[in-house]
Structures are given as C-alpha cells and as structure tokens.
C-alpha cells in the first residue's frame, strides 16, 4: 500500500508569484485535506477535498485554491504570494469525509 | 483559530519513564486524535478515539477521553529515546461539511538517554 506524497519537498519563492503543490493520495482515499503549519505551531486547516469537488474551507484567502482529479491525486495553489505564506504544507488523505487521516512527509515553502 | 490546547507544551523526561500530555478543547467533537511529529516533518497518526469512548489503548499508548472536561490526555509507557517528537491533539468538530481537524500548538517531548 503507498502512503501519502508531496512533491516537491521543499521550494523557494519570490513575493507575488504563484506556487503549485502536489500530493498523491493514499490507494483507496478519496478525500483529501490541506494544510498549513508554520514554525512552532499546529496545523491550521486549508480545505478539503471529497470526490473532486471542495468540501469544506478554513479560514483561507481566496488566493490559496486547490483542485482534486479523477484519482484522486489533489493540487493546492497560492498565488500572489506573501512572506506569511512561507511554512510546511501539508496534505493528507483519508477513505471518506470522516475518517483518520493520513498525512504525507509535506512540503516546505519559504517566501523571499 | 486554534481549539486544542496542549498541556505542557514542553516536556523533558529520562528514557524509561512514563510521559503524559493533555489536551483541552472547546466545542463537542466525532473524534479526538493524536499525531506525532518528528522535528517538522509529516505528522504520524498514533490514536484516534471517538466521542463515546473513554480509553484506547495502542502498544505503549493510553488515549483518555472525557468529553464532560472536554478534555483528552495521552500516555505514552517507557519511553524510549525514538519518542522525542512534538505530540498534537487534533479534535474533529461536530460541523457540517468538511471532516477539519483543530490542531493546538503541541507538545515537544524530549527523552534524555
């Protein structure tokens, strides 16, 4: 069974461009959830994703967007960046709306 | 905003004993879960306990819930060196929608050999 992956693994920006994150899901989840956890503390939730369509959002400009494809496989883009944005990324997938979630190793951001 | 408050959010303990965090949040929750970190990398699920459970156990794991204090504490038995990681609780909140896991802020538990 694979687990959760990120890609990339860590990535260097510029304030005001757009980034795209990946994340591959879990064999049999469905759904989806991002996350941002900036240093030093828990991760705050972003959105989620459930049968390709958002099922939920934090509290998150419109600027952080995402997109779930057919297997499942999900990407969240931020654009206009900020130097808040610079933090790990996190996706994690689980078998339905309700369930554990697993999360994969992250994606680290830093914004210059 | 964060619902989880952790509880310490630092501990530093000899290898052996036994570890115990806490975990207090606001509103009535599906489930409470607790995931380790290892020095801000992915988050490893360790316990998920539902609201009508008290106590679950897994290997050196004892997941308390008491959801009159609206509060959960995790116990981790002989501690070995390969604990040392910040432990979250993430609370699953009675909402329409999205299944959003509240993280708190942590605990980072250091094992000295």
């Known amino acids: 069974e694979t687990g959760v992956t990120q890609s990339p693994t860590h990535l260097i920006k510029t304030r005001g461009q757009q980034v795209t994150l990946r994340c591959s899901s879990q064999?049999?989840?469905?759904?989806v959830s991002w996350y941002q956890q900036a240093l030093g503390q828990g991760p705050q939730f972003i959105f989620q994703y459930y049968r390709e369509e958002e099922n939920g959002r934090g509290n998150f400009p419109p600027r952080f967007s995402g997109l779930q494809f057919p297997n499942y496989s999900s990407e969240l883009n931020v654009n206009a960046l900020e130097l808040d944005d610079s933090a790990l990324y996190l996706c994690?997938?689980?078998?339905?709306?309700?369930?554990?979630?697993?999360f994969g190793p992250g994606t680290r951001l830093t914004v210059l | 905003s964060q619902q989880g408050e952790e509880d310490p959010q630092a501990l530093s303990i000899q290898e052996g004993e036994n570890a115990t965090m806490n975990c207090s949040y606001k509103t009535s929750i599906n489930n409470l879960q607790w995931y380790r970190q290892n020095s801000g990398r992915g988050l490893v699920h360790l316990i998920l306990?539902?609201?009508?459970?008290r106590e679950k156990h897994s290997g050196r794991l004892r997941v308390t819930l008491d959801t009159s204090k609206k509060s959960s504490s995790l116990l981790i038995t002989a501690s070995r060196a390969a604990d040392t990681a910040s432990y979250f609780c993430?609370?699953?909140?009675?909402?329409?929608?999205?299944?959003?896991?509240?993280f708190g802020q942590g605990t980072r538990l250091t094992i000295n050999p």
């Open positions: 064999s049999g989840h469905n759904t």
């Open positions: 994690a997938s689980s078998p339905g709306a309700y369930n554990e979630q697993f």
């Open positions: 306990i539902r609201s009508n459970e």
């Open positions: 993430a609370t699953d909140p009675i909402i329409q929608g999205a299944q959003k896991l509240v």
